[in-house]
């Protein structure tokens, strides 16, 4: 069984179509909400709906869904609820926004809701699934941060700074799991395909988010089930050496 955030489009719903096809049940939270002050489009419940349709075809056992905002504290009582004493394996912290302004003049609502979703987001799933899974003795936590977390970018301070702080957040959280037999890491992904990327091509006034190819070394975006593999082998027995490693999956954009 795993738990993934952000399920309802992107690489989240990546995630759930590629562990699905190795026959994981499944628990996909989304918010299917708008994000004010953010004006990009967001998910609907109907995204949701049909990404647990094409799960239940790809080979997953069950499929569950979730409608809730991992940035508020209530979503670990929600979380908690749907799995009804159910033990993940796996849980995958991908919800994320993004929103662009210089460092010294980000809307406080707006600084506040990346550090909410980007950050809390990932407090918040660890607080609901951690604790079983350490009680099991197996187990293992992935988080999603940014290529942002790992190099400068230019009016991305607010971004850059929730998933900095989540990548630390999961690293400790991997000492903190030493030795319980569940593993904590984190992936970061470079420019890849997507409404969030077409949001960062906004920011910068760019005609569309295939801009962004000329500065990886492979020179073309990432699609999301690029970044979904690596996270899927994380949740695998096969990823079992590793905790505490921040794996950027980003074409070479920060080499």
């Known amino acids: 069984l795993a738990v993934v955030t952000g399920a309802a489009r992107g ?6 179509a590629g ?14 909400a708008p994000q004010p ?4 489009p967001m998910p609907t419940p109907a995204d949701l709906d049909a990404v647990a349709r094409g799960c239940r075809d790809a080979g997953a056992q069950t499929v569950d869904t979730l ?3 991992v ?6 009582g929600k979380i908690a609820a749907a799995l ?3 033990v993940p394996q796996a849980a995958v912290a991908v919800a994320g926004v993004i929103g662009g302004h210089n460092a010294w003049n980000a809307p406080d609502d707006a600084f506040d809701l990346l550090l909410r979703v980007n950050l809390y987001g990932v407090r918040h799933l660890a607080d609901a699934c951690v604790p079983s899974m350490a009680a099991a003795g197996n187990g293992r936590f992935v988080a999603v941060s940014s290529a942002a977390a790992l190099r400068a970018m230019p009016q991305l301070a607010a971004y850059s700074a929730a998933k ?20 904590a890491n984190v992936v970061c992904p470079g420019s890849t395909r997507g409404p969030m990327l077409e949001a960062s091509a906004a920011v910068y006034h760019l005609p569309s988010q295939d ?8 020179r073309r975006l990432l699609e999301p089930d690029e970044v979904a593999a690596a996270i899927a082998w994380l949740c695998s027995p096969d990823a079992g050496a590793l905790t505490g490693a921040v794996i950027p999956v980003d074409g070479g954009l920060s080499a």
Do not use: K, M, N
């Open 84 to 86: 009804d004493g159910r």
């Open 211 to 218: 801009t962004f190819a000329g500065q990886a070394l492979l």
């Open 71 to 76: 940035g508020d504290g209530a979503v670990r």
């Open 37 to 40: 002050p953010l004006d990009y």
């Open 164 to 183: 900095a702080a989540a990548l630390a957040y999961v690293r400790a959280l991997a000492a903190d799991l030493a030795g319980s037999g569940v593993t």
């Open 67 to 69: 409608i809730a905002d």
């Open 11 to 16: 690489i989240g719903a990546a995630v759930a």
């Open 19 to 32: 562990l699905a096809e190795h026959g994981w049940s499944l628990l996909l939270v989304d918010a299917c």
